[in-house]
């Protein structure tokens, strides 16, 4: 039987392939954002800053720092990578999620998985890059593929997967191929594609859940993706090969505006794999990019039963400006 032996989860972020010294070209879209998310409300960055002012945010953003948490981030990717490559695992399920790159308005599944044989990370041209917002462009390198490049899923496991959770009344978009993304054909979303390209030194082949995370009005609640994880370990228990399985969550902390209280309450709830707390984090802290916590929540479900304990857990909160702007970065291993 199919048996869980590793899980880790790693946060995505632009930031973490982005230099620290050019960590300010994203401030300005934060300058602009009508809606920056924090503790259930949406703020703009002026409200932002004269909020948080006790906080000495400014000296948390100051280069030094960033350039201090940028390097521990990379040393962690590079453990993360290691670790992953130490365990060599048959299967790698991967929880992220889509931030308009594969479905679109018309189009956004709440809960979708793939069952073809392949899925394509594709590299992004030098002209495309140039055409991205300022800072995008030069993180774009740490989610695309260096080159065009097809990678296996296993589609017997996935749709076992798939089966299975019809079976206890998860009704799930099932996908051969991915759509073309509202800007043409992509390939997988970054959630994903850092993986592959920060993580990955071999091609393992992987299963991809696919959470609407982001957008209203159809997000799973956090409730929902504990019985989803839980469900999906019932589907890997019942797998008749003998696969080594990984499971991966991709993408949060908080962010775009941090907040390490919030996390430090979701870090007990993953280290301890305690779904009472994960389920009952408050669904109107859990928008924008912090929604990203539920492919972690529901990582922990699919471990809860697995008997792996945490053993690594970074968490480096990368601040770019005074108004507490940023990713909250996590870094984490079951083993
Ligand atoms: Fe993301």
Redesign the pocket.
């Known amino acids: 039987m199919a048996e869980i032996v590793f899980g880790f989860g790693t946060s995505?972020s632009p930031l973490l392939s982005t230099p620290p010294d050019k960590w300010h070209l994203r401030v300005e879209a934060d300058k602009k954002n009508p809606s920056l998310e924090y503790r259930g409300k949406s703020y703009v960055y002026d409200q932002l800053v004269e909020l948080r002012k006790d906080e000495k945010l400014d000296h948390q953003s100051s280069l030094p720092i960033r350039t201090e948490r940028h390097t521990a981030c990379q040393h962690s990717i590079e453990q993360l990578g290691t670790k992953l490559e130490q365990m060599d695992p048959d299967i790698l399920i991967i929880i992220g999620?889509d931030?308009r790159e594969v479905f679109n308005e018309n189009n956004t599944p709440a809960i979708s998985m793939l069952y073809g044989d392949t899925v394509d990370h594709m590299s992004i041209s030098p002209e495309r890059i140039a055409k991205m917002p300022p800072g995008i462009g030069i993180a774009a390198q740490g989610t695309s593929a260096a080159e065009d490049t097809t990678y296996p899923i296993d589609s017997e496991f996935s749709s076992h997967v798939i089966s299975s959770l019809m079976a206890e009344n998860f009704d799930i978009h099932a996908m051969k191929s991915l759509p073309d993304g509202p800007k043409g054909p992509r390939g997988m979303s970054?959630?994903y594609g850092f993986i592959y390209r920060r993580l990955m030194q071999m091609p393992i082949p992987a299963i991809h859940v696919c959470l609407n995370t982001f957008y209203p009005p159809n997000q799973p609640s956090a409730a929902r993706c504990v019985a989803l994880g839980e469900a999906i370990g019932r589907a890997v228990a019942a797998y008749p090969k003998d696969y080594r399985v990984a499971v991966c969550g991709s993408?949060g902390l908080t962010h775009f505006v941090i907040d390490e209280e919030f996390d430090k309450g979701v870090i007990e709830g993953l280290i301890n794999l305690d779904m009472d707390i994960l389920s009952a984090l408050p669904e109107d802290y859990l928008r924008s990019?912090t929604s990203?916590i539920k492919n972690w929540i529901t990582t922990a479900a699919i471990l809860k039963g697995s008997g792996l304990k945490i053993n690594m857990q970074d968490y480096i909160p990368c601040y770019r400006s005074e108004a507490g702007t940023g990713n909250a970065m996590g870094f984490m291993t079951w083993e």
């Open positions: 995505h999620n931030q970054h959630a993408g990019g990203e």
